[in-house]
Structures are given as C-alpha cells and as structure tokens.
C-alpha cells in the first residue's frame, strides 16, 4: 500500500519560488515525500545526500553538489553545527540553476524559530501523520476502526499488524527519547522522562495539571512544565489553549493534552478525540503554511465548566468549534448553550456513527466523522 501524501503538491510548487523546510515527527514520512519528487527517487538517487552518510557528508562540506541534478534533498543536514551558513552558500549560488529540500525532525524546527540568516529563503512546512482524507477518498467505518487502531505514522499503518506497533512503538519511544531528547536538549533525568512519556496518554483530552505530574515524578512545578515543553518541541505531544470569548466569562487555566499519536491512548474515548484534536491541528498548520493565515487550535471553558472540545481560530477570529462523541446523539447541550452566547459562526459534532443532520437554530450539523474529514480537506 503506498499514500500520496497530501504535501506533495505544495511543496513541489514552492521549490520552484525559494528552498524549502520539511519538519514534522520523526518517521512520519519526509523522506519518503522528498524521494518522491524525484525521478525514479530512491536513497541512491544521486540527488538525496544524507547527512549520515560518511562520503555524502564528506562531498557536501567539500562544496561538491551533483552537477546535473535540479533538485537537490538535503537529509539530516541540520546535524552539522555550521548547515545555515552551509546552505545559504548553496542556494545563494546556485539559485537560478537548483532548487534544495532540507528534511528533518524537531532539531530542525527548533533552529527555525529561533531565527537564522537564512530568513526569507525558504518556505516552512510541517508534515502531518496520515488522516482519514490521506487514507481514502471515500472513507468507511472500517478505514477510521484501522486509522484508531495503528495510527497515522505510516510503518505501522501499513503494516497494520498489532505486532509490529508494539515493536514500532517501543523503537520509536527510545529513539525520541535517546537521540533527539539528547541531542536538543540539556537533560540528565533521562528515566523520568522516559516516564513521563508513559503517563501522559491517560492524561489526554483532560486540563494538564502540572502540579499533579510535577507531585506524580517528585520534581519541581518549573521542571515538570519543562519537561513536557521539551516533549512538545519534540513532537511527541501537544497541547492547547483555551480560547477567551468576549461574551462569557472563561476559565483561563491549564491546557489540554494531546499525542501526535493517538494510537496511544488506551480509552477509546480519548483515542477518538485525540485523533479528531491531530485532523484539527494539521488543518491549522496546513492552512497556517500555505496561505500565511495565523491558526490556532483552542478549547471553549466558561467558569461553570460547560465545554466545547475544540475551536478552530483563524486571525484571532473563531471560523468553526467541534463537539467529539464516540455514539450517534442528540446535539450537545453544550453546542446550544455556546451558540446562543457567541459568535462561532458553525458548530459540528462529530461522532463514530452514521447520522447525519444539520440543527439551523443553532448553527450546528451533526455528522460522521468520516464525512467531517472531507469537509476539513487535509
């Protein structure tokens, strides 16, 4: 089973303006996507050079680049202390003539938010784990069992054996934890951290007490929001804030958490809105890098704790909020409520099931989610 990933498109376009940045979490697919722009790409493509490769590494500092190749992906070359002055040289040079992909994880992403000289030559973007509309054109139910199931990082989707996730999982987990935790940042703690990657899944959907984890791994307040800091810049989790409406009065206290992979969510319940705050969160970032709109995914708390999972915010403006129920029911009295109060234009609630219908009095339709994810287009 092979997926045209839903990046192609824009990035093959953008490479023909300025480079480009690929981030997004380990072993979610960009060199696949990078390989796939090439003909016939493979990693012995003369024009993949890979930053862990002795003699690509060797030819890359001496200046060497293939001599007839358009399209040169760089792998991993953020590993080099000195990569921006590197390959601002390159494309500085060579910018009427190549045109460079630089692939990499959180190590990447962390560089270019702190600024670089190489601001203004390149187009950013993040590259998601696979979703529904990824998956299939005309999604069923057995497509979204699958999806919750093994995940949206493509090894273990594919493969699809219950087996095989376990392993993935524990490789990834040391990997996340042993090579890039290490390499970003300054930790001696490693096993409690290690822990608090065990404990954050039964934590999903729910206000991130910092002060519950931080008396659960015996540290203090600053450290515990530290730590999960650390395993946000390193796509491990994420986490959202809730959004201020000016006609209610909002609680405007802890975040709520989520995982880049929700198939490690043991509750289905929480499993099911993981998946549905990723879709969300990819159609933020999607629209965010492509059209320069700015995105963000909140939650809706006023100060009697009535709740909408999710608000989707475009230019500080709310554009949609989303109810997640696992069954086929009734619109949410929380849906009402909100809609009678503020402004959010469209309401949805999404579930599992098959009902389908739009509630006019109150802005709302009720809907599968196999159907949402075509409406969200990502």
């Given at each position: 089973?092979?997926?045209?990933?839903?990046?192609?498109?824009?990035?093959?376009?953008?490479?023909?303006?300025?480079?480009?940045?690929?981030?997004?979490?380990?072993?979610?697919?960009?060199?696949?996507?990078?390989?796939?722009?090439?003909?016939?790409?493979?990693?012995?493509?003369?024009?993949?050079?890979?930053?862990?490769?002795?003699?690509?590494?060797?030819?890359?500092?001496?200046?060497?680049?293939?001599?007839?190749?358009?399209?040169?992906?760089?792998?991993?070359?953020?590993?080099?202390?000195?990569?921006?002055?590197?390959?601002?040289?390159?494309?500085?040079?060579?910018?009427?003539?190549?045109?460079?992909?630089?692939?990499?994880?959180?190590?990447?992403?962390?560089?270019?938010?702190?600024g670089d000289s190489l601001q203004g030559r390149y187009h950013y973007h993040r590259l998601h784990p696979l979703s529904l509309h990824e998956v299939s054109d005309n999604p069923a139910r057995s497509d979204l069992d699958h999806l919750l199931r093994f995940g949206g990082f493509p090894e273990p989707f594919i493969k699809g054996n219950a087996r095989h996730w376990n392993r993935w999982q524990r490789e990834r987990q040391s990997r996340v934890i042993q090579d890039d935790l290490i390499n970003l940042e300054q930790v001696k703690e490693i096993s409690q951290l290690d822990l608090l990657t065990q404990v954050l899944p039964e934590r999903v959907g729910s206000p991130l007490s910092i002060n519950n984890l931080r008396e659960d791994l015996s540290v203090a307040f600053e450290t515990a929001d530290r730590w999960v800091t650390i395993l946000e810049n390193l796509y491990f989790c994420f986490r959202i804030q809730p959004f201020g409406l000016p006609q209610l009065r909002a609680a405007r206290k802890e975040k709520k958490l989520y995982m880049w992979d929700w198939s490690v969510c043991d509750d289905p319940?929480?499993?099911?809105?993981?998946?549905?705050?990723?879709?969300?969160?990819?159609?933020?970032?999607?629209?965010?890098?492509?059209?320069?709109?700015?995105?963000?995914?909140?939650?809706?708390?006023?100060?009697?704790?009535?709740?909408?999972?999710?608000?989707?915010?475009?230019?500080?403006?709310?554009?949609?909020?989303?109810?997640?129920?696992?069954?086929?029911?009734?619109?949410?009295?929380?849906?009402?409520?909100?809609?009678?109060?503020?402004?959010?234009?469209?309401?949805?609630?999404?579930?599992?099931?098959?009902?389908?219908?739009?509630?006019?009095?109150?802005?709302?339709?009720?809907?599968?989610?196999?159907?949402?994810?075509?409406?969200?287009?990502?």
């Open positions: 089973m092979s997926v045209n990933r839903y990046l192609k498109t824009a990035v093959a376009a953008d490479l023909r303006e300025k480079m480009v940045f690929l981030g997004g979490p380990r072993q979610v697919g960009k060199t696949t996507l990078a390989l796939s722009l090439l003909d016939g790409g493979s990693e012995e493509h003369p024009a993949y050079i890979n930053w862990d490769d002795v003699m690509s590494r060797k030819a890359v500092l001496q200046g060497a680049l293939p001599a007839d190749e358009g399209l040169i992906i760089l792998d991993e070359i953020h590993k080099y202390k000195g990569w921006r002055n590197l390959v601002k040289g390159f494309y500085d040079v060579n910018k009427s003539r190549k045109r460079f992909l630089i692939t990499g994880s959180a190590k990447l992403d962390h560089y270019r938010r702190g319940s929480a499993r099911f809105e993981n998946l549905v705050a990723s879709n969300l969160l990819k159609y933020c970032h999607l629209t965010e890098d492509q059209e320069g709109d700015r995105m963000e995914l909140r939650f809706v708390r006023d100060s009697m704790r009535r709740e909408l999972d999710f608000v989707v915010v475009r230019n500080r403006k709310p554009e949609f909020a989303i109810e997640c129920k696992t069954g086929d029911r009734e619109l949410s009295r929380n849906i009402a409520y909100f809609a009678a109060r503020t402004d959010i234009p469209v309401f949805y609630q999404v579930h599992m099931e098959t009902r389908d219908c739009e509630v006019a009095a109150n802005r709302a339709r009720v809907l599968p989610f196999t159907t949402f994810a075509g409406i969200l287009g990502v």
